[in-house]
């Protein structure tokens, strides 16, 4: 092991994984060809899918589930919890006191740099976040979303001769 990654031996990494130094993995799933840029952190139950471009200093927390040939930018921050706190009676709490809520980024869709992804929100195929968006409700497919909150801004229209505008 790399001496600047840490990667915990419970990981599953695909063919072809491309990783930064300095990462920290453990207990997730990264696909076949994904890239996993510089100070990202992926916990436990997390998946990244196949050729996806993870970007430096984005956190993808417990719950997360990115799906094939996903684009993340750079520092972007997904939320488990509508609810956090520290403690529970007086006591920090465990992992018994809270339950995990869950996020799914579909198939094609890129979410921008220093977005913010809440929990118990998917966001649909090929849609696209805008960079700095926080994005707290569900986005459908194809859809372009901008702001805080995010909100539609347009749909994506295909081009003349293939890729999207």
């Keep these: 092991m790399n001496q600047y990654q840490c990667i915990a031996p419970n990981v599953k990494l695909g063919v ?3 990783l930064s130094k300095f990462v920290n993995l453990y207990g997730c799933e990264v696909g076949d060809e994904s890239k996993i840029g510089a100070f990202v952190e992926i916990q436990k139950n997390a998946r990244v899918g196949k050729r996806c ?12 589930t990115i799906e094939d040939e996903v684009f993340i930018g750079h520092g972007v921050t997904f939320i488990n919890d509508s609810y956090p706190r520290a403690t529970t009676g007086g006591q920090l709490q465990t992992e018994a006191d ?5 996020t799914l980024i579909k198939r094609g869709a890129s979410i921008g740099s220093g977005a913010t992804i809440l929990s118990k929100v998917t966001v649909g195929e090929n849609a696209i976040v ?3 968006s926080v994005v707290t409700k569900s986005v459908p497919p194809n859809a372009v979303v901008v702001g805080n909150p995010a909100r539609q801004l347009r749909p994506i229209v295909a081009a003349a001769v293939g890729g999207t505008r």
């Design 53 to 64: 471009k993870i970007s430096s200093h984005t956190f993808i927390c417990e719950g997360v």
């Design 130 to 132: 805008g960079a700095g």
């Design 98 to 102: 809270w339950r995990v809520e869950t």
């Design 16 to 18: 072809n994984v491309k």
